[in-house]
Every structure is written in C-alpha cells, then in structure tokens.
T-cell receptor, first 113, second 116 residues
Framework: GNSVTQMEGPVTLSEEAFLTINCTYT??????LFWYVQYPGEGLQLLLK?????DKGSNKGFEATYRKETTSFHLEKGSVQVSDSAVYFC????????????FGAGTRLAVHP | GAVVSQHPSRVICKSGTSVKIECRSL??????MFWYRQFPKQSLMLMAT?????????EQGVEKDKFLINHASLTLSTLTVTSAHPEDSSFYIC????????????FGSGTQLSVL
C-alpha cells in the first residue's frame, strides 16, 4: 500500500546551519507530495508541494524536489533560523487534491542560537 | 489565514468514560472534515471523513461504534471516543476543507488523549 517514511528526529541544529530532512514514499502511479509544518501549539500548515516528477516546491526558503527515480521528496533549507523550530510532516495524496493524505511520522527540528 | 479550532488540547479520563473532541472552522464553511490519530513515533493515520448532514466514512479497521462522529453544521464536527480504554490514548487531529477553496485544507492543533 501507499506509505511515507521520514527520518526520525529530533534534528538539532545551530542557527544558519544547512537542513535536510529525508522523506521517501511508496505509492503506485503518480502521487502528489507535500511537506506540512506544525509550530508549537498550532495546527499543521502546508509548507510546500509538488504534483509531478521533477517539480520543485519552495516556500520560506525551504525546497523539496519530487524525485520519482528515488521515490524521494527531501526537505532542504540553506540556513535555518530559530523560528524554524517545529515538527515537519511529509505526506502524499493520490487524489490530486488534499482529500486523503498519507503522512509520515513527523520530524522534530530544534534550532539553537 | 483560515483557522480551525480544536478543543480540548489535552484531556485525561478514566477508563470506561466517553470523551468528546470538537473541531470548529472559525472563518469558513467546511462540508468535509477529517479526523486523524497519531500514536507515538508513528504516522498520522486517517480515521474517518466527516460529511455535514450525512454519515461519516470510516477507514478500514476503525470502529465506527467506538469513534462516533457528528457533523451537524458547516462549521463543527465532533469526535466522541466512547468507553475509552488505555489503548485509545493517542494524539487526535482534525482538518477541515474550505468549501470556498476546496483544494485548501486547514488543521486543528490536536488533542492529546490519555486514558487511565
């Protein structure tokens, strides 16, 4: 069946460090891929998405490229800030929309000054 | 931006009691809402799709008689965990799809349920 695997956290970085959070998926066909972020005390928010192979989603300095050959959608940011501290969820959807999202377990990121 | 309010954020209850969790869209209408559950170190799992004015659609393996869903208005869905047991202890999250922008999905901040 469809599934999403992402690296376990927590990930602890110093401010301005480079971030990578790995995400791989298993799915038939061509799912849409998403990264959601959850800041403390808030609901999940869509961070970025990609709907087809080789698409790059980007937002707030974060990027992720839909790699069909490696079934991956790794999240990267060149220089993290303390305010990026949150839990990041990788997800996929086969409906083309946001109806039935399949999530990874989430990766907690802690950025220290 | 659009906000989904989920209450309570944390609840502790005794085994055998029932617990109700509310999910409310504050500034948009939502015919469709979704309920997820997350056990520690596991993925968010979709439990059911809640549709205003009709019965909820449950995912395979989710007991509909145990997890009662009511979506009586366009801004409110409730999940009631009936006769809760310690194995029901989990993090529950709701999301709501904006009827005015159906590709947009907004999430509540979640409810941590602990059953003693």
């Amino acid at each position: 069946g469809n599934s999403v695997t992402q690296m376990e956290g927590p990930v602890t970085l110093s401010e301005e460090a480079f971030l990578t959070i790995n995400c791989t998926y298993t799915a038939t066909g061509y799912p849409s891929l998403f990264w959601y972020v959850q800041y403390p005390g808030e609901g999940l928010q869509l961070l970025l998405k990609a709907t087809k192979a080789d698409d790059k989603g980007s937002n707030k300095g974060f990027e992720a490229t839909y790699r069909k050959e490696t079934t991956s959608f790794h999240l990267e940011k060149g220089s993290v800030q303390v305010s990026d501290s949150a839990v990041y969820f990788c997800a996929l959807s086969h409906s083309g929309g946001y109806n039935k999202l399949i999530f990874g377990a989430g990766t907690r990121l802690a950025v220290h000054p | 931006g659009a906000v989904v309010s989920q209450h309570p954020s944390r609840v502790i209850c005794k085994s055998g009691t029932s617990v109700k969790i509310e999910c409310r869209s504050l500034d948009f209408q939502a015919t469709t809402m979704f309920w997820y559950r997350q056990f520690p170190k596991q993925s968010l799992m979709l439990m059911a799709t809640s549709n205003e004015g009709s019965k909820a659609t449950y995912e395979q393996g989710v007991e509909k008689d145990k997890f009662l869903i009511n979506h009586a208005s366009l801004t409110l869905s409730t999940l009631t965990v009936t006769s809760a047991h310690p194995e029901d202890s989990s993090f529950y999250i709701c999301s709501a799809r904006d009827d005015g922008a159906r590709e947009k999905l907004f999430f509540g901040s979640g409810t941590q349920l602990s059953v003693l």
